[in-house]
Nanobody, 116 residues
Framework: QVQLEESGGGLVQPGGSLRLSCAASGIIFTIYNWAWYRQAPGKQRELVALISTGTSTNYADFAKGRFTISRDNAKNTVYLQMNSLKPEDTAVYYC??????????WGQGTQVTVSS
């Protein structure tokens, strides 16, 4: 059974940083592109960043220059380093496969709250 477990969220002041982690199990991690998504209250889930099997990356415009996605194939883990956080980054953050090949069952996500 595939499991995605996100962690690392929390409450941070504007301008602060967080590093999210997502551990995947029950799947051959290395053969897929992985992504981070987020969903703010009352909004649809949106793509934040994507990393390919070859470690090329793509970012949503709001994430460019502030967020960095990375992966550790040995640990079946994908990371999201978030810097210069803004209140509008407040959301539940999820990891999953690249939506273009079909997402898996969603994990519980990790809450990120940016507030002074």
């Amino acid at each position: 059974q595939v499991q995605l477990e996100e962690s690392g969220g929390g409450l941070v002041q504007p301008g602060g940083s967080l590093r999210l982690s997502c551990a995947a199990s029950g799947i051959i991690f290395t053969i897929y592109n992985w992504a981070w998504y987020r969903q703010a209250p009352g909004k649809q889930r949106e793509l934040v960043a994507l990393i390919s099997t070859g470690t090329s990356t793509n970012y949503a415009d709001f994430a460019k220059g502030r967020f960095t996605i990375s992966r550790d194939n040995a640990k079946n883990t994908v990371y999201l380093q978030m810097n210069s956080l803004k209140p509008e980054d407040t959301a539940v953050y999820y990891c999953n496969r690249d939506h273009r090949i079909g997402t898996l069952s969603w994990g519980q996500g990790t809450q990120v709250t940016v507030s002074s």
